[in-house]
């Protein structure tokens, strides 16, 4: 057997168990716990922000309390126990590699062989006296319903998709409304997944726009060089604007199904925006060059950036994401790279 640390800074307590001491956690959380939410949300420190995997105790529970299965993503694991003022239940956290139960379902990390290990290892058996778990809805991807029963002796039970619909789920008897089930996908839920797209696509637009920044010095008068240096970094922002801010917020009025559509149509329109102000460069072979490059880069950068948010939609599959990147990674890849190629050509031609 195995058991999560007691050292951990949520951790209040522990509760005896016929197994050992197990951590007791609060449903308050504490600074650390909202900073920690905030940083992660903005991907500081995002692929570190876990929990140890293992059974935990919220209040003081006893061998009838509810058994509640989460992630171990810190985040996925706060949102649960926030949810449960003055209740006593277990929350078994499985090993997802600090992914959320969504995202960590479909990659398999929130699976049946996992959750079974998990319940040996923690010593839920001897803990309560039922053979129940409460998992939530969206890990149904992973868990084989029927090998847990078989392999563990547990009754899998899906609960609401939402955390915050537990406490109503617990005293109804386990009875989910079609409310329940429905996941949404708001304003407000996309913009929440903004900052960490955000980040990376500037952490990888940095470097593009430094480098294409010296490059337009090649060959030009240095007052030349320097205006078409900084529209390099203008359209770059733009670009990452347009595929990492403007999609997922206009994602329901976008034309299309597909991400990579959706985001190419807002990288469209952000480089006619651009263009409107340097009519003046149509009247060049290096400017229909320029403007030709921008026309490839910029909607293949926000179809990419775009296509970030398939994991958190509702408006594809899994199965669908996959389809729809056989093609538009490589008309992406490829239209990036033309693009690229005729920028660096209208370069050497100034």
Same mark, same amino acid.
């Given at each position: 057997?195995?058991?999560?640390?007691?050292?951990?800074?949520?951790?209040?307590?522990?509760?005896? $168990?016929?197994?050992?001491?197990?951590?007791?956690?609060?449903?308050?959380? =504490?600074?650390?716990?909202?900073?920690? +939410?905030?940083?992660?949300?903005?991907?500081?420190?995002?692929?570190?922000? +876990?929990?140890?995997?293992?059974?935990?105790? /919220?209040?003081?529970?006893?061998?009838? #309390?509810?058994?509640?299965? *989460?992630?171990?993503?810190?985040?996925? @694991?706060?949102? /649960?126990?926030?949810?449960?003022?003055?209740?006593?239940?277990?929350?078994?956290?499985?090993?997802?590699?600090?992914?959320?139960?969504?995202?960590?379902?479909?990659?398999?990390?929130?699976? +049946?062989? &996992?959750?079974? *290990?998990?319940? &040996?290892?923690?010593?839920?058996?001897?803990?309560?006296?039922?053979?129940?778990?409460?998992?939530?809805?969206?890990?149904?991807?992973?868990?084989?319903?029927?090998?847990?029963?078989? /392999?563990?002796?547990?009754?899998?039970?899906?609960?609401?998709?939402?955390?915050?619909?537990?406490?109503?789920?617990?005293?109804?008897?386990?009875? =989910?409304?079609?409310?329940?089930?429905? %996941? *949404?996908?708001?304003?407000?839920?996309?913009?929440?997944?903004?900052?960490?797209?955000?980040?990376?696509?500037?952490?990888?637009?940095?470097?593009?726009?430094?480098?294409?920044?010296?490059?337009?010095? /090649?060959?030009?008068?240095?007052?030349?060089?320097?205006?078409?240096?900084?529209?390099?970094?203008?359209?770059?922002?733009?670009?990452?604007?347009?595929?990492?801010?403007?999609?997922?917020?206009?994602?329901?009025?976008?034309?299309?199904?597909?991400?990579?559509?959706?985001?190419? #149509?807002?990288?469209?329109?952000?480089?006619?925006?651009?263009?409107?102000?340097?009519?003046?460069?149509?009247? $060049?072979?290096?400017?229909?060059? &320029?403007?030709?490059?921008?026309?490839?880069?910029?909607?293949?950068? #926000?179809?990419?950036?775009?296509?970030? @948010? *398939?994991?958190?939609?509702?408006?594809?599959?899994?199965?669908?994401?996959? %389809?729809?990147?056989?093609?538009?990674?490589?008309? &992406?890849?490829?239209?990036?790279?033309?693009?690229?190629?005729?920028?660096?050509?209208?370069?050497?031609?100034?």
């Amino acid at each position: 057997m195995s058991f999560p640390s007691l050292q951990q800074s949520f951790v209040v307590g522990s509760v005896q $168990t016929p197994v050992g001491p197990i951590p007791q956690v609060s449903s308050s959380l =504490a600074w650390a716990d909202w900073s920690g +939410t905030f940083k992660a949300r903005w991907g500081i420190g995002r692929m570190h922000y +876990t929990v140890e995997p293992g059974l935990y105790a /919220l209040g003081t529970p006893d061998d009838q #309390s509810p058994v509640l299965v *989460t992630a171990n993503y810190k985040m996925s @694991f706060d949102r /649960l126990r926030k949810a449960l003022p003055g209740r006593n239940s277990w929350i078994l956290v499985i090993d997802t590699k600090g992914i959320n139960v969504w995202c960590a379902a479909g990659k398999g990390t929130f699976g +049946t062989a &996992e959750l079974v *290990t998990r319940i &040996e290892s923690s010593g839920l058996t001897q803990i309560v006296s039922h053979r129940e778990l409460i998992l939530p809805q969206l890990g149904g991807a992973g868990i084989a319903a029927h090998q847990v029963k078989k /392999l563990s002796g547990f009754n899998v039970v899906y609960g609401p998709i939402r955390a915050i619909d537990l406490p109503v789920f617990l005293d109804s008897d386990l009875k =989910a409304t079609s409310r329940m089930r429905l %996941k *949404t996908f708001t304003t407000w839920e996309r913009v929440v997944l903004i900052p960490m797209e955000l980040i990376g696509a500037l952490k990888a637009g940095l470097i593009l726009m430094v480098v294409l920044f010296c490059l337009a010095y /090649l060959g030009r008068p240095s007052e030349n060089a320097l205006s078409h240096g900084l529209f390099s970094v203008l359209a770059i922002l733009t670009a990452i604007l347009a595929g990492a801010v403007l999609t997922p917020l206009l994602l329901p009025w976008l034309p299309g199904r597909s991400f990579s559509l959706k985001g190419l #149509s807002v990288g469209v329109l952000g480089a006619i925006t651009l263009f409107t102000f340097r009519w003046g460069v149509w009247g $060049t072979q290096t400017g229909r060059l &320029e403007i030709l490059a921008w026309f490839l880069l910029m909607p293949a950068m #926000s179809a990419f950036l775009a296509m970030n @948010f *398939t994991g958190a939609s509702t408006y594809t599959s899994l199965s669908g994401v996959r %389809k729809e990147m056989r093609w538009a990674l490589p008309l &992406e890849m490829g239209g990036g790279i033309i693009g690229l190629i005729f920028w660096i050509g209208s370069q050497f031609i100034a």
